[in-house]
C-alpha cells in the first residue's frame, strides 16, 4: 500500500475528520513510531505505529461506513469534551450506547438545534464542510420583531455586509408571526450556502434583530423527520446518503435543479394543538 498522509489515514479509520485530525496533529498528540509527526508526515500504514494521546491504533481493516442523522437538543454542544462541564452531543443516553465511533459534520453551537449529521466517512464529511461544496443548509429561526422588505432583499441579494465580508448567497422567507403575539417576534425560513462561523445569528445581528430560537431542518436535498425527537437519531437509507454525495459531487446527479428552502412541515412549535418542529444551524461554530 502507497504511504498515506497520517491525516487522511486516521478520517478513513472513522476515528475524526480529516481537519479534526489535523488539529490533533498540531497539537503535537499524535505520534508515529513514537516520533511527534507533522501534517506533511506520511506513513506506512502496513508498518508503522500510530498513537493518539499516547494510546495506539489498532490496525484493524477498516470499520463499515455509518451515516446517521441526530436532532441536537437545545443546550448541548458540539463537541467530545468541554472544559466547562457542559452535557454534550456524547452524553446524550441513546449516543452513549451506540457501538461505532462517530464525528459530527460541521457544528451547531449551545443554543442551536436540529439536524446534525453524524459519520465515520471522514472524506465525505470533510467534503460537506469545505467552503467549496456550497452545501445548502435550511433553517427554521425565530428572531425578535420583523424584517422590512427591504432587510429581506439585501439578505437575498447578496448586498448584506459581515465583517468577514458578504453574505454571497442567500434565501429568506416570511413564515408566520409568533402564536405568543405580534411583539414577541417571527419565523423565517433561510437558506444559506456557506457554513461560514455562527453565519446565521451575524446576518440577523447585523441588521439590529436577536434570533431567539435556531433550527437546522436540512441539508442539502435532506430534510430532518417531524418525528425524530430531540436526543433521538436515525440511520440514513442508501437514497439519503447518495443524495449527499452528489450534493459534494462524489455522485453524478441524475437531473439538475435548483435547490430550494424547505416548504413542509408545520412552524407553529409552541401552538399544544400542532407538533412541535425542530429548528437549528449550522457552520465552523453555529
Known amino acids: 500500500m502507497e504511504p498515506l498522509r497520517i491525516q487522511k489515514w486516521i478520517a478513513q479509520l472513522g476515528m475524526a475528520s480529516r481537519r479534526e485530525a489535523e488539529r490533533w496533529i498540531v497539537e503535537g498528540r499524535v505520534r508515529v513510531n513514537g516520533q511527534v509527526c507533522s501534517l506533511g508526515s ?3 500504514v502496513d508498518e508503522d505505529l500510530v498513537s493518539i494521546d499516547g494510546k495506539p491504533i489498532l490496525k484493524k481493516a477498516n470499520p ?8 441536537k ?8 469534551v468541554d472544559g466547562f462541564q457542559r452535557p454534550t452531543i456524547y452524553d446524550l443516553p441513546k449516543l452513549r450506547k451506540l457501538p461505532f ?11 442551536t438545534e436540529g439536524m446534525l449529521l453524524l459519520t465515520n466517512d471522514g472524506e465525505l464529511a470533510n467534503q460537506l464542510t469545505h467552503p467549496r461544496s456550497k452545501v445548502p443548509r435550511h433553517y427554521h429561526v425565530l428572531i425578535s420583531g420583523r424584517l422590512s422588505k427591504e432587510q429581506e432583499t439585501k439578505i437575498s441579494s447578496g448586498t448584506l455586509e459581515l465583517e468577514d465580508g458578504p453574505v454571497k448567497q442567500a434565501h429568506i422567507r416570511y413564515a408566520h408571526r409568533h402564536p405568543l403575539g405580534a411583539s414577541s417576534g417571527s419565523w423565517y425560513m433561510l437558506t444559506v450556502y456557506e ?3 455562527r453565519i446565521v445569528r451575524r446576518i440577523f445581528k447585523s441588521l439590529g434583530f436577536k434570533v431567539v430560537r435556531l433550527i437546522r431542518v436540512g441539508m442539502g436535498d435532506l430534510r430532518m423527520p417531524e418525528q425524530l425527537g430531540p436526543g433521538d437519531y436515525c440511520q440514513l437509507n442508501k437514497d439519503q446518503i447518495e443524495s449527499l454525495k452528489r450534493a459534494v459531487g462524489a455522485f453524478r446527479p441524475r437531473s439538475r435543479r435548483p435547490q430550494e428552502e424547505p416548504t413542509s412541515g408545520s412552524l407553529t412549535p409552541d401552538l399544544p394543538a400542532k407538533r ?11
Open 42 to 44: 506520511k506513513i506506512d
Open 64 to 71: 463499515p461506513k455509518i451515516y446517521w442523522m441526530l436532532h
Open 73 to 80: 437538543p437545545d443546550g448541548v454542544l458540539t463537541s467530545r
Open 101 to 111: 465511533l462517530v464525528s459530527p459534520v460541521g457544528r451547531l453551537d449551545f443554543r
Open 195 to 197: 457554513g461560514r462561523n
Open 276 to 286: 412541535r418542529l425542530l429548528l437549528s444551524q449550522d457552520g465552523p461554530v453555529a
